[in-house]
């Protein structure tokens, strides 16, 4: 696998679109942050670390409208990718969906959202989008 974000983003993609309650991820640092940052904007429900013998994996419960079923997550986007980095200043911080949605970014201060990235005045590179 040479790209874990890319690998995260299309399990909960798969995962949503076929309608399933639960979806399990290898873990690792970045992937927990990812989860983390999904948890508390309210994509997903909640999230879980799983001990096992040759690695810990992450349960990630994935979030659907109570009467129309439709997963909480319309879009997940890769930026950012390993062949061709998109990196982004303070100024010129991207807008998912005018506001609604988030950028996801990676900056000197740790994974953070475009809001967080804007308050403390760091760029860095757009890892995603998500909406």
């Not at 904007?41 to 419960?61: C, D, F, Q, R, T």
Request: hydrophobic fraction near 35%.
């Amino acid at each position: 696998m040479t790209d874990p974000i890319a690998d995260f983003l299309t399990r909960i993609r798969n995962a949503s679109a076929v309608g399933h309650k639960t979806v399990e991820i290898p873990a690792s640092k970045m992937k927990m942050e990812l989860t983390r940052i999904l948890h508390e904007k309210g994509y997903i429900l909640a999230y879980k670390v799983v001990e096992g013998s040759p690695s810990n994996s992450i349960k990630i419960a994935l979030k659907y409208h109570p009467d129309t079923k439709r997963p909480a997550i319309k879009k997940l986007q890769r930026v950012s990718t390993p062949g061709l980095r998109q990196y982004t200043d303070v100024d010129n911080m991207p807008r998912v969906l005018n506001g609604l949605g988030i950028a996801i970014l990676s900056t000197s201060k740790g994974i953070m959202t475009d809001k967080e990235a804007k308050v403390q005045n760091v760029g860095g590179e757009v890892l995603c989008y998500i909406y």
